[in-house]
């Protein structure tokens, strides 16, 4: 469970600190992963195509340094 406390009645900083900690949480995301069923084969398709997409990000910052 997410909590979070208000100080000086400042609601608006706490709201944004819990979506902060929600979203670092990964709630979000997994709710969006569950909204609908995806089959196995899929799955392992996305999944591969995120890889790729994760490497070529991380060779572009390696270049650029």
């Given at each position: 469970m997410t909590k979070v406390v208000v100080k000086n009645g400042?609601?608006?900083g706490a709201l944004k600190k819990?979506?902060?900690k929600v979203a670092k949480?990964?709630?979000p995301s997994e709710c969006k992963k569950r909204e609908h069923y995806s089959k196995?084969?899929?799955q392992r398709r996305e999944a591969k195509k995120a890889g790729i997409k994760n490497?070529?990000?991380r060779q572009?910052?390696?270049r650029d340094n």
């Amino acid at each position: 469970m997410t909590k979070v406390v208000v100080k000086n009645g400042n609601v608006d900083g706490a709201l944004k600190k819990f979506k902060q900690k929600v979203a670092k949480s990964g709630i979000p995301s997994e709710c969006k992963k569950r909204e609908h069923y995806s089959k196995p084969g899929i799955q392992r398709r996305e999944a591969k195509k995120a890889g790729i997409k994760n490497s070529r990000k991380r060779q572009s910052r390696e270049r650029d340094n």
